[in-house]
């Protein structure tokens, strides 16, 4: 009786055994498995994404392997794999409803990363924010702003907004308006305004530099001034030439009036109406 | 290249470079700045490729012609073409000035063309007997079919530049250019070959080192001063 009871357990233990081995074994192809597929990932996918796209990607994949891979394997133990699944799903419903923001952030970044409006140092304007383009994560993208602040942006808001980006040229256009007197020559004006971007080395000769008379206002004639830079020193080239514009003007005589009003005093003789 | 001696003044065109005493004094259009050079210290002007001055913003060179020039077999130019000039003291660079107006374009579109350094050539017939301060560029022309063309392009940054004496002065040459007329534009390719026997060929501005070799081994003038 002793001897039946014990080669019956020898036979339960041995068969326990080879089930263990086997869900080892199958547990340890599924770690092996996603370790290759990591691998893999690094040497193809690594260099041609973002790093802030792949790292989350990566985790994604390893992990749902090995996670799925674990699960299937437990099966001959007899654990209830559709107890957990149904879990799992409530568990990922609550999750879902509890972090609505953080998943559209998230999905909104892989959206960005593939339609690509801007990239790190591109200078931008997104919303209020002016600046450049410091970082770029799954979640967010930050800003440093023209005065040196440090903005980061959730990825849902930003792709939701209109984004300006000033990089994306190689040549941009500058313009301004400037007010000659009535009595000033308007051709004296517009050749000394043409010449001085002439002799400047950043407006560029294509598209060429022009000057136009876009309106007869109340106290003088509107003169716009336009030309184009390359997109580095737009700024600086703007700036130089409205600062020496006036001085460009001055030269020839061109006056730039003050808003002016004419005032005309009329007699009404007695007897026609009365003063106010 | 040209040594500026103690108590004397260069001039290339636009640019003027004065030494008195441990004074230097630069200028071009676009600055001027003032240096303490030691009596002692050999200052040297170097062509060099017109990319530096106010700012490197172009990586390729648009000539525009004159007028438009009608091509309709394979034939060969001399075109006139800018350079800058790399002031050295001993292996120092002290500044990249320009002797020459510096304009620069777009070649395509604003979105994304490519901005070229500008400048309106000529066609010079005589090379030999060009007397000029201009560098000279050799271009071999291929023509598929007769066009009229309004200017030259090619790619500045692999492109050499070579002296050879000339009187009292320099003359500076560009690599010998390959082109072809292709839709209004002679597009040139660089073929790294001196356009003419002879000529010596001057280094690119990269390090001190270097520099200073090239100084030494080649024009004597620094050796002799120290």
Known sequence: MVDLQFSEFLSMLG????????????????????????????????PRIPLHVYTALEKLVVYGIIILGVLAALAPLGIELTGLLIAGGILGIVIGFASQTVVSNFLSGIFLYIEAPFKVGDAVQIMDYGGRIEDISIMSTKIRTWDGILVRLPNDKLFNSDITNYSRSVARRFRFKIGISYDSDIEKARQALLKLMEEHPMVLVNPGPQVLVVEYGDSAIILEVRG??????????????????????????????????????KEIPKGQGSPV | MIPVKVGSEVRLNEFVAERSGNALRL???????????????????????????????????????????????????????????????????????????????????????????????????????????????????????????????????????YIAEAGEGLRVYYDLLSGKVKEGVLRADNTARPPLEGLRRLPRIVGPGRLAGFIARVTGVIEREV
């Open chain 1, 228 to 265: 184009w830079a390359p997109t580095q020193v737009w700024f600086d080239t703007y700036m130089s030439i409205l600062r020496m514009a006036k001085s460009a003007l001055d030269r020839p005589g061109v006056k730039i009036p003050f808003p002016q009003l004419d005032l005309h005093i």
């Open chain 2, 27 to 161: 200028r071009d259009p676009y600055s001027s700045q003032s240096f303490e050079v030691p009596e002692d210290v050999g200052v040297l002007i170097v062509p060099v490729l017109p990319m530096n001055v106010p700012k490197r913003v172009a990586t390729h060179l648009y000539l525009s012609f004159e007028s438009p020039i009608v091509f309709e077999e394979p034939t060969e130019i001399w075109a006139a073409m800018p350079y800058e000039v790399a002031v050295l003291a001993g292996d120092k660079v002290l500044k990249v000035m320009s002797p020459f107006k510096v304009k620069h374009t777009v070649f395509g579109t604003p979105a994304d063309g490519l901005i070229c350094r500008w400048y309106k050539t000529r066609l010079i017939d005589d090379p030999e007997g060009y007397a000029g301060v201009e560098a000279l560029g050799k271009v071999t022309v291929k023509v598929e079919k007769p066009d009229v063309v309004s200017g030259l392009i090619f790619d500045m940054r692999d492109v050499n530049l």
């Open chain 1, 15 to 46: 068969g326990n055994l080879l089930t263990y081995l086997m869900v080892g074994v199958s547990i340890a192809v599924v770690v092996a498995i996603a370790l290759f597929i990591r691998y893999w990932m690094r040497r193809v996918a690594k």
